[in-house]
């Protein structure tokens, strides 16, 4: 069984920054790609940011210059440093891991997600 834990969000003013953070425990092998999703009020879960094992990075094209993915493999933990947050960045966040239980198995796990308000 793997859990995974967020944290990080909260209510901040338009131009400033937040840090998510996504920590997983539990039965892992290896750990491969991580990602940060969100899903506002109305409309669909997005991609957001997502690194590979080998820390690749790959960005939604409203974030790019903003957001800042990063990884802990020694933590099995996924950061997203947020800053310049604008309005349009509130949202439930989501992590995303995808991860080995054994050398045969992959598995794909969910955070519980973490509310980021961006309001004056």
């Known amino acids: 069984q793997v859990q995974l834990a967020e944290s990080g969000g909260g209510l901040v003013q338009p131009g400033g920054s937040l840090r998510l953070s996504c920590a997983a425990s539990g039965n892992i092998f290896r750990i491969n790609a991580m990602g940060w999703y969100r899903q506002a009020p109305g409309k669909e879960r997005e991609l957001v940011a997502a690194?590979?094992?080998?820390?690749?990075?790959n960005y939604a094209d409203s974030v790019k210059g903003r957001f800042t993915i990063s990884r802990d493999n020694a933590k099995n933990t996924v950061y997203l440093q947020m800053d310049s947050l604008e309005p349009e960045d509130t949202a439930v966040y989501y992590c995303k891991v995808e991860l080995q239980t054994t050398w045969f198995v992959s598995m794909q796990y969910w955070g519980q997600g973490t509310q980021v308000t961006v309001s004056s």
């Open positions: 690194i590979t094992s080998s820390e690749s990075t």
